[in-house]
């Protein structure tokens, strides 16, 4: 079986090699992956893991092989998954219970865009309760995780704020269901009910002293590089008992990942969700869609097809 796998003497720290066929155990199906996606936190992790780390969680595919236990999918289902590893690879085992059977019209290229990205969306905006005439701002916003924001945040029914990166980016937004797009937090924005956070530093101090209060602002990345902020307690001066929760998805309830992937791909299929694929490559270009990633001269999911 041929996969990817870190090698400190490839271009790129990565090579495309013949490897070992995937070990599941009871509880996996094999999956032969037919298209897997690209996270920004898989770039911090190809750096650590430099020699015999096999990397990917976003895959979709077909089961090759169902659970021994009879927990998941048949063989022949359509799915998408979460896998612990190995994704970038021919086939993966993946837990049954972090696999989704796919609808028919949704391809393998707008599901592989969906699991880290759209889990992380979908139980984010979860943390601040109901959605319906919220106000929520969603920093990062045309990010993969703030682009599904700004949909389900719209879907449910929330007055939605997003924030970008430059005003090139407003008209996408808008397009996603935004009711403002702002490329700057001013001191007239808000109150919001609900922010979610993934650039961090300035833009989360700022993010706070626009809070309503009660409100929930949920922290899920450091997109702008910038890992430490302080804060102190009059920050939080104009919003008395709002919460501030540091969110990481595989701590968020693993084992219902597969329904929530489910949600997502009906999703998709009714048409009420875009993916938002921003580059689409053979697997063979995957080093250069990494460099792409993080040079960010993509904007949108990456995802890798993989032949037949």
């Given at each position: 079986m041929r996969?990817?796998?870190?090698?400190?003497?490839?271009?790129?720290?990565?090579?495309?090699?013949?490897?070992?066929?995937?070990?599941?155990?009871?509880?996996?199906?094999?999956?032969?992956?037919?298209?897997?996606?690209?996270?920004?936190?898989?770039?911090?992790?190809?750096?650590?893991?430099?020699?015999?780390?096999?990397?990917?969680?976003?895959?979709?595919?077909?089961?090759?092989?169902?659970?021994?236990?009879?927990?998941?999918?048949?063989?022949?289902?359509?799915v998408v998954g979460i896998a612990d590893g190995g994704g970038w690879s021919a086939r993966v085992a993946v837990p049954s219970h972090r696999v989704a059977v796919l609808p028919e019209q949704v391809t393998f290229e707008q599901a592989a865009a969906l699991p880290v990205a759209g889990l992380t969306a979908l139980r984010t905006l979860r943390q601040g309760g109901a959605l319906l005439g919220a106000r929520v701002l969603v920093t990062g916003a045309s990010g993969g995780v703030g682009s599904f924001a700004v949909q389900l945040a719209a879907a449910g029914g929330a007055e939605v704020t997003a924030l970008v990166s430059g005003k090139h980016r407003i008209g996408a937004l808008r397009g996603l269901g935004a009711g403002n797009v702002v490329t700057g937090i001013g001191e007239d924005a808000g109150p919001f009910d609900l922010?979610?956070?993934?650039?961090?530093?300035?833009?989360?101090?700022?993010?706070?002293?626009?809070?309503?209060?009660?409100?929930?602002?949920?922290?899920?990345?450091?997109?702008?590089?910038?890992?430490?902020?302080?804060?102190a307690f009059y920050d939080f001066a104009a919003a008395p008992l709002a919460r501030l929760v540091g969110f990481f998805v595989y701590a968020s309830g693993e084992d219902t990942f597969g329904r929530d992937l489910g949600v997502l791909a009906t999703l998709v299929d009714r048409g009420r969700l875009d993916p938002q694929l921003g580059s689409v490559r053979d697997w063979a270009e995957t080093t250069d869609a990494v460099e792409a990633l993080r040079r960010r001269t993509v904007t949108g999911k990456t995802v890798l097809t993989v032949p037949n």
């Open positions: 996969g990817h796998i870190t090698d400190p003497g490839a271009e790129g720290g990565l090579a495309l090699r013949e490897l070992p066929e995937p070990e599941p155990s009871p509880h996996d199906v094999v999956v032969g992956v037919g298209a897997y996606g690209l996270n920004r936190g898989e770039l911090a992790l190809l750096q650590q893991r430099t020699d015999g780390w096999r990397p990917g969680q976003d895959v979709a595919g077909t089961v090759l092989t169902e659970a021994a236990d009879r927990s998941g999918p048949p063989e022949g289902s359509r922010v979610l956070d993934g650039v961090g530093g300035p833009v989360l101090a700022e993010a706070i002293h626009r809070l309503a209060p009660g409100a929930t602002l949920v922290a899920y990345g450091i997109a702008g590089g910038a890992d430490r902020t302080p804060l």
